[in-house]
C-alpha cells in the first residue's frame, strides 16, 4: 500500500471514528501531495512524498513555536496535536547524538578538515539520510565539529 493509499484509508477511518483533528490534519496532507503532484505533472515517488510530509510537520511544529511565543497556547496545542499525526507517517528521525556520529562519519569519508567543507558533508548527509535528520541540526553540527 503506497503511502497515500495509506493516508486516505487512515481518512476514512478518522471519519467513521470522528477524529477531527486527524481527518483534517490528513486532509491537509493529501491535498499538498495533490498540489505537488500537479506542480510536477506526474505521480510523486516515495521519496517525494516523504519530503511533502516532512514540509508539512515542520510547517505545523514552526507554527506551534511561534504560537507559544506569543501566548495562544491553544494554538500551540491544536498544532503539536496535527505535527503527531503526520509523524506518524514518516520515518523515525535520528536524535542529536545518531546525528552527530553520522556527520563525524561523513566528514571523516569524505576528508573534511574546515568549514570550507561544509556544503560536501551535509550534502552527503542529507542525500543518505533523506527524511532522518533535521537540515539545521545537521548544520549546526557539521559547523561543530568542522569549525
Known amino acids: ?20 483533528v486527524r481527518r483534517e490534519t490528513l486532509r491537509m496532507c493529501l491535498a499538498a501531495l495533490k498540489n505537488r503532484r500537479i506542480e510536477l505533472g506526474l ?9 511533502v510530509l516532512s514540509k508539512q ?32 507517517y514518516l520515518p523515525r528521525m535520528l536524535s542529536e547524538e545518531e546525528t552527530r556520529a553520522v556527520v563525524e562519519g561523513a566528514a571523516r569519508e569524505l576528508g573534511a578538515t574546515s568549514k570550507q567543507d561544509l556544503g560536501r558533508v551535509m ?7 533523506r527524511g532522518q535528520v533535521d537540515g539545521k541540526l545537521v548544520q549546526r553540527v557539521a559547523a561543530e565539529i568542522l569549525g
Open 1 to 20: 500500500m503506497s503511502l497515500q493509499e495509506r493516508l486516505q484509508s487512515d481518512l476514512k477511518d478518522a471519519m467513521r471514528a470522528g477524529d477531527v
Open 43 to 51: 505521480d510523486l515517488e516515495e521519496s517525494e512524498e516523504l519530503a
Open 57 to 88: 510537520l515542520k510547517t505545523r511544529q514552526e507554527t506551534a513555536e511561534q504560537a507559544a511565543a506569543a501566548g495562544r497556547e491553544d494554538r500551540a496545542g491544536k498544532e503539536r496535536a496535527e505535527a503527531e499525526v503526520v509523524a506518524a
Open 123 to 129: 550534502k552527503a548527509v542529507m542525500a543518505a539520510h
